[in-house]
């Protein structure tokens, strides 16, 4: 899952980050790549949104709902904070 969500994450413009622990962290080996989180920081976030146009409510709250459904629950935390910060 890692590598297909930071793939898409190029397909949809985003280069490598280095600001934070972040899906589109670069890695040189699949356990590095194991090691990042499944969830885009707070700026390749901005970045994704601001390019698809999606709306931040619908787009974190579907994606809290499914990393809940997987039991992932640091990332599905991570987007429910995003949610809060980011929609009134």
């Given at each position: 899952?890692?590598?297909?969500?930071?793939?898409?994450?190029?397909?949809?413009?985003?280069?490598h980050c280095t600001a934070f622990?972040?899906?589109?962290?670069?890695?040189?080996?699949?356990?590095?790549?194991?090691?990042?989180?499944?969830?885009?920081c707070p700026i390749c976030l901005r970045k994704?949104?601001?390019?698809?146009?999606?709306?931040?409510?619908?787009?974190?709250?579907?994606?809290?709902?499914?990393?809940?459904?997987?039991?992932?629950?640091?990332?599905?935390?991570?987007?429910?904070?995003?949610?809060?910060?980011?929609?009134?």
């Amino acid at each position: 899952m890692h590598i297909a969500t930071h793939e898409t994450g190029h397909i949809l413009a985003l280069k490598h980050c280095t600001a934070f622990a972040c899906n589109m962290n670069g890695a040189n080996s699949v356990s590095e790549t194991d090691r990042h989180p499944l969830h885009f920081c707070p700026i390749c976030l901005r970045k994704l949104l601001w390019n698809t146009g999606a709306n931040p409510n619908a787009y974190l709250s579907e994606l809290e709902t499914f990393f809940t459904s997987q039991s992932l629950d640091n990332e599905s935390t991570s987007y429910n904070t995003a949610r809060q910060h980011l929609t009134p």
